[in-house]
């Protein structure tokens, strides 16, 4: 078994009577690519604060990578790499002043290790190249590059993709899994659903509390409480309004340009049928559609 | 329904608009229309061209060419009649965290020039259509995140538009939210056509594929133009057949071997699986031998099978073929 990295065991935090968060136990262990997932105001960012020792906890405890996440969090610190979705960059300074800065604000000024990390990131050939000159998805690789320039075992990225092109987004997503086949620890704190999909396990946080941590394909088989169905029927309004309340129908709602059903698992797809057509709603087709992180999160929150 | 409107109606027109920044051209040629009782989503990453579209549409910025029509007023030329139609939802609407609800709205009312004798009762129906009636006297600082964003969009609501222009509306927000909020925007779109009630027409644009999911037609923008258009099904239908998902391990592995496919376009890794993209529509025989190819290999696999396509898949693979 992969050694353990981080070991949370009842974190809390209190906020006056606020309980930002609830009494939270997970492992993740070396070289796992793990997501926290949950909307604004969940309590990602204070978990994260807490595993970073800049805030203490309320009650529990939590080990980073060996150490007291909060009376060592110097250790931690320093062999931590944290990419926010705000990173900073210098403008006027190009892509490898920025690296050079910021390793020099690491204490690791090595020239070598620099190159190394441009190399890493792909980031060679737009080396001279001012930071503001950089499209959205270069900067957040330069922005990879100067949390990777200290050569961390842990890396804390927060919603590193929101706002870039696909293309961009998955060859980011290759650099971060060759990352962890070289045994960095990565932890993505995120809001994005679709951000989630790309992570080995998923915490998934709501309202302070941690209500399930497991694969992507784990969590759609135990918390979807039956079968996605994508239906195209006109008109869709009358359509939606036709499968509300029906026998089996456990979710219906409108998706663009089709209705999107869960049903518990067996339904024939010959009841949704039959529920539209008694209602006059002309159904083009039913197929059955992929599970996603949004319903589980739905089922989980309901 | 009557007959005449059961033509639709174009609310927002663009007409090969181009606009540039210092000598970049931001905006080279973007057309697109929205009817009413239409949700249209401007889709795009970050510096596509998105947001300038959208000023261009609300008249903050001026096209250097092509038209603007908005309910049939010419952005540039009637402004004020133009502006008079769009209720506008931006990214970060301001409220004031010290006025109630109904303040909020009641300012917003009154800096729209709407009459006094109206507002009251049009606040009233707002509050209640956005189900914040019975919050109606407490402080907007004092609401929760997905509130606050109902009471951004009663606000944007208030003169009545006809047209709704809505910038990355539920980023952020708890997906329990974000379905209540969706709810309420197809509501306003699926309204009966009565005369005082009509089908808004809503432009919405959001980088993130699973809110354009959610809309009735799609323009996926990249470099200033819309590369396609259309319903996200027929969109998705470019790529029936042709993403496979395969789980198994070690994944690095199964890609590398997969890779060697003569037929397989692209390999993208997600957390637990692979989707294999292909060059055309997927049979049993090949999978059958991407399966034979992975076992020699020395792979195990788990699963493999064809999935729909994702609009994000569509993406990518009309990307790629922009640059071929």
Redesign the interface.
């Known amino acids: 078994m992969r050694e353990v990295v981080i070991h949370v065991e009842g974190l809390t935090r209190r906020f006056g009577d606020f309980v930002a968060v609830d009494h939270v136990t997970f492992d993740v262990h070396a070289g796992e ?1 793990v ?1 926290y997932l949950g ?4 309590g990602k960012t204070t978990t994260l604060r807490m595993l970073l020792g800049l805030l203490q906890p309320s009650e529990g405890n939590a080990r980073v990578l060996g150490y007291d996440a909060f009376r060592q969090s110097e250790q931690v610190r320093e062999r931590s790499g944290y990419m926010s979705q705000k990173f900073a960059l210098y403008d006027d300074l190009t892509a490898i002043e920025n690296l050079e800065f910021y390793a020099g604000v690491y204490g690791k000024s090595a020239k070598a290790r620099v190159t190394e990390t441009v190399a890493l990131v792909g980031l060679r050939e737009l080396e001279s190249v001012l930071a503001r000159s950089l ?3 270069w900067r957040q690789r330069l922005a990879l590059a100067i949390a990777l320039v200290h050569q961390p075992q842990l890396l804390f990225l927060d919603e590193p993709t ?7 987004r ?1 060859a980011f ?2 650099l971060i ?1 060759g990352l962890a ?1 070289d045994g960095v620890t990565v932890v993505v704190t995120t ?4 951000e ?7 915490g998934v946080m ?1 309202e302070g509390q941690l209500l399930a941590f497991d ?3 784990n969590l759609k088989l135990r918390h979807i409480p039956g079968d996605v169905w ?1 239906v ?1 029927a006109e008109p869709l ?1 009358e359509g939606l309004a036709a499968l509300q309340g029906v026998e089996g129908i456990l979710r219906v ?6 209705l999107r059903a869960i049903t518990r698992r067996g339904t024939k797809k010959e009841r949704l049928r039959r529920a539209l057509l008694l209602e006059n709603v002309d159904v083009k087709t039913i ?1 059955a ?2 599970p ?1 992180l ?1 319903d589980v ?2 089922t989980l ?2 | 329904m009557t007959n005449e409107r059961s033509y639709p109606e174009t609310l927002i027109a663009v007409e090969d608009v181009h606009r540039s920044f210092g000598g970049t051209l931001a905006v080279r040629g973007v057309s697109l229309g929205v009817r009413s009782g239409e949700i249209y989503g401007l889709v795009g990453p970050d510096g596509a061209g998105k947001t300038t579209v959208m000023r261009l549409v609300v008249g903050a910025l001026r096209a250097e060419s092509g038209r603007i029509l908005v309910c049939g007023f010419d952005v540039s030329g009637e402004p004020e009649q133009a502006r008079s139609c769009i209720g506008y939802l931006s990214q970060r609407f301001s409220l004031y965290e010290d006025l109630t609800v109904l303040e909020n709205i009641r300012f917003f009312a009154e800096v729209r020039g709407l009459p006094a004798a109206d507002w009251v009762s049009r606040c009233t129906q707002i509050l209640e259509f956005v189900g914040l009636l019975e919050f109606a006297d407490r402080r907007a600082g004092q609401l929760s995140g997905g509130m606050k964003q109902k009471l951004g969009l009663a606000s944007a609501l208030v003169t009545r538009p006809r047209v709704l222009l809505l910038d990355e509306p539920t980023t952020g927000v708890d997906p329990v939210t974000r379905q209540n909020f969706w709810q309420l925007v197809i509501r306003l779109t699926s309204l009966p056509a009565t005369e005082s009630e009509r089908p808004v027409a809503v432009l919405l644009s959001t980088p993130y594929m699973d809110e354009a999911a959610r809309c009735g037609r799609v323009g996926f923008i990249r470099d200033g133009r819309i590369i396609a258009e259309g319903a996200p099904s027929v969109l998705r239908e470019r790529l029936q057949g042709r993403i496979l998902e395969l789980r198994g391990a070690p994944l690095h592995l199964l890609r590398q071997a997969v890779r060697q496919d003569a037929d397989v376009d692209d390999v993208q890794a997600f957390g637990d699986r692979l989707h294999v993209r292909l060059r055309s529509q997927s049979s049993a025989a090949q999978i059958d031998r991407l399966a034979a190819m992975i076992r020699s290999a020395g792979g195990k696999i788990d699963a493999i099978r064809p999935i729909p396509a994702a609009l994000e898949d569509v993406f990518i693979d009309l990307s790629a073929g922009e640059h071929a």
């Open positions: 690519v997501g909307p604004n105001g969940s499209s959205a998805g929101s706002g870039v092109d696909p293309t961009a998955r997503w290759d899994y086949a809001h994005y659903m679709d989630a999909e790309y992570c080995e396990r998923v709501r694969t992507p394909l994508e195209f309004h709602g409108l998706a663009g340009d089709h197929a559609g992929e996603s949004e999160f739905l929150a309901g």
